[in-house]
């Protein structure tokens, strides 16, 4: 067989265009263009114009014409196969992007305290829609450990470390402990200037919780129940009593941007803090849309809490 030389007559291989070869496969296939259009949705203007813009480029003709469709000319069967390479080639392309677009869409349920899903995540939760629009995400605001253990969600974010072997937990850091009141609150108050001066204040507790009592009996603060003067096991109604000045509380330093007003008080005051905790089921780390929220959240949280 005489060997085809072809000439880039115009063009160069940088502008080389993948539709115009598509287009010549078809009707290399179908045997017309006619056939070519209607089995595969073109419009024969459009093949015929890429075909014909295929041979300008390469500088000879690749069908001729007949009564009944076309016949391939020599230059055509001389790349044919380099042509259906490149279909085979944009077709694992295109299998490529849709399996990157799979791995990334569908639904991830993330279960965290009352405090944080109102406070915390909010934030972190907008930026990762806008970083990842296609992920599907469900807040569940809880404090039980054992929806991962049910399925019941996919990730959690808590205040203390998840005992159970099937759970992979990562520290993201801990979250300062303070004392905070309103700054119309501290304007009609007695002076705050040692813990001490607390017991002239009007303090915000928990109601069955202890938990404000023993973290005081452990700085050497002598507190009851009936210290407190308002109180509330509801974290979100807690806090929106600090905020609206209703008196002295111990919060999360972090919840302090979200309240106007509202100071950290006796710097002194060593509080404490709790441990951030992000866990997920270890059976469920390895799917790609719960890995990349993961991933996100580790990244995001850990700021978010320091400041």
């Given amino acids: 067989m005489k060997a085809i030389h072809f000439r880039m007559a115009t063009g160069?291989?940088?502008d080389f265009d993948w539709a115009l070869?598509?287009?010549?496969?078809?009707v290399l296939d179908a045997g017309s263009i006619s056939a070519a259009a209607k089995h595969g949705g073109a419009q024969q203007p459009t093949l015929s114009r890429h075909v014909a813009e295929l041979e300008a480029q390469?500088?000879?003709?690749?069908?001729?014409r007949t009564g009944r469709g076309v016949t391939p000319t020599g230059a055509a069967l001389a790349i044919a196969d380099a042509a259906r390479r490149m279909e085979d080639a944009a077709l694992a392309v295109a299998r490529g992007l849709a399996t990157a677009r799979s791995a990334t869409r569908g639904v991830v349920r993330v279960t965290t305290s009352q405090v944080?899903?109102?406070?915390?995540?909010?934030?972190?939760?907008?930026?990762?829609?806008?970083?990842?629009?296609?992920?599907?995400v469900e807040l569940v605001a809880s404090n039980e450990l054992t929806n991962l253990?049910?399925?019941?969600?996919?990730?959690?974010?808590?205040?203390?470390?998840?005992?159970?072997?099937?759970?992979?937990?990562?520290?993201?850091?801990?979250?300062?402990?303070?004392?905070a009141a309103h700054k119309s609150y501290l304007a009609k108050a007695p002076p705050l200037r040692v813990p001490e001066d607390l017991a002239a204040h009007r303090l915000i507790g928990y109601d069955r919780d202890d938990t404000i009592v023993r973290g005081a009996a452990k700085m050497g603060l002598a507190l009851s129940r009936g210290d407190f003067a308002l109180r509330t096991d509801d974290q979100v109604a807690y806090g929106r009593l600090v905020a609206e000045g209703a008196g002295v509380g111990f919060v999360a330093r972090y919840n302090l941007r979200h309240w106007?007003?509202?100071?950290?008080?006796?710097?002194?005051?060593?509080?404490?803090?709790?441990?951030?905790?992000?866990?997920?089921?270890?059976?469920?780390?390895?799917?790609?849309?719960?890995?990349?929220?993961?991933?996100?959240?580790?990244?995001?949280?850990?700021?978010?809490?320091?400041?």
């Fill in 58 to 64: 390469l500088g000879a003709p690749l069908f001729e």
């Fill in 21 to 26: 070869v598509r287009s010549f496969l078809a």
């Fill in 12 to 14: 160069t291989l940088a």
């Fill in 116 to 136: 944080a899903a109102t406070w915390l995540l909010p934030a972190v939760l907008a930026r990762l829609q806008r970083t990842h629009p296609e992920i599907e």
């Fill in 149 to 179: 253990l049910r399925r019941e969600a996919d990730i959690a974010v808590r205040m203390v470390r998840p005992a159970q072997q099937s759970l992979i937990a990562r520290k993201l850091g801990e979250i300062e402990i303070v004392a």
């Fill in 260 to 307: 106007p007003g509202v100071v950290a008080v006796l710097p002194m005051l060593a509080v404490g803090s709790l441990p951030c905790w992000l866990a997920v089921h270890r059976e469920i780390r390895s799917n790609p849309i719960v890995r990349t929220v993961y991933d996100f959240l580790a990244r995001e949280i850990a700021p978010a809490i320091r400041s």
